[in-house]
T-cell receptor, first 110, second 113 residues
Framework: DAKTTQPPSMDCAEGRAANLPCNHS???????VYWYRQIHSQGPQYIIH???NNETNEMASLIITEDRKSSTLILPHATLRDTAVYYC???????????FGAGTILRVKS | GAVVSQHPSWVICKSGTSVKIECRSL??????MFWYRQFPKQSLMLMAT?????????EQGVEKDKFLINHASLTLSTLTVTSAHPEDSSFYIC?????????FGPGTRLTVT
């Protein structure tokens, strides 16, 4: 599975959009971009995933560049409860193990 | 959505004893289950992958005789930490995979005294 690079931490004001970047320059054609988050002392929570098209669900939007070498997770209206570690993971779809990197600590501040 | 439970949520045991952690998929059948370990302020590290009815596949550096994994049914996997030592104190997280996605349990906090 391709390696990902994320900033170690980011701050965001409550109510504003949080944009979390991820670089995955060695991604292969059959690899998806997955995003999970982990709130302190809990198991990871699935957020969203995509292959090459932009995706949106009730939690977030995922923007993938045309060359697929990077992506951005967007939380449109961040709340204090969105404070967590966000992990960007690249893998072949379905069933394969997830390899977690260091992730980005997002701190939402009032 | 699919729910994965872990039991116990936390456990304290004495050095030298063994402790068993259960991981259950509550509303779906899990073809594969994964076990992770997480030390404070670190990321999750995959320990092993288990498929129902077969032996687990351990990641490099994980002692299979120390961390015994049993995946007896499509809804239950267990991790037994044998002869636990203080350095085994950690947050243990399982995930269960159906044909489409992985779902994570809430984690088990193990403290070895």
């Amino acid at each position: 599975d391709a390696k990902t690079t994320q900033p170690p931490s980011m701050d965001c004001a409550e109510g504003r959009a949080a944009n979390l970047p991820c670089n995955h320059s060695t991604i292969s054609g059959n690899e998806y971009v997955y995003w999970y988050r982990q709130i302190h002392s809990q198991g990871p929570q699935y957020i969203i995933h995509g292959l090459k098209n932009n995706e949106t669900n009730e939690m977030a939007s995922l923007i993938i560049t045309e060359d697929r070498k990077s992506s951005t997770l967007i939380l449109p209206h961040a709340t204090l409860r969105d404070t967590a570690v966000y992990y960007c993971i690249v893998r072949v779809a379905y069933g394969n193990k997830l390899v977690f990197g260091a992730g980005t600590i997002l701190r939402v501040k009032s | 959505g699919a729910v994965v439970s872990q039991h116990p949520s936390w456990v304290i045991c004495k050095s030298g004893t063994s402790v068993k952690i259960e991981c259950r998929s509550l509303d779906f059948q899990a073809t594969t289950m994964f076990w992770y370990r997480q030390f404070p302020k670190q990321s999750l590290m995959l320990m092993a992958t288990s498929n129902e009815g077969s032996k687990a596949t351990y990641e490099q550096g994980v002692e299979k005789d120390k961390f015994l994994i049993n995946h007896a049914s499509l809804t239950l996997s267990t991790l037994t930490v044998t002869s636990a030592h203080p350095e085994d104190s950690s947050f243990y997280i399982c995930s269960a995979s159906d044909a489409y996605e992985q779902y994570f349990g809430p984690g088990t906090r193990l403290t070895v005294t």
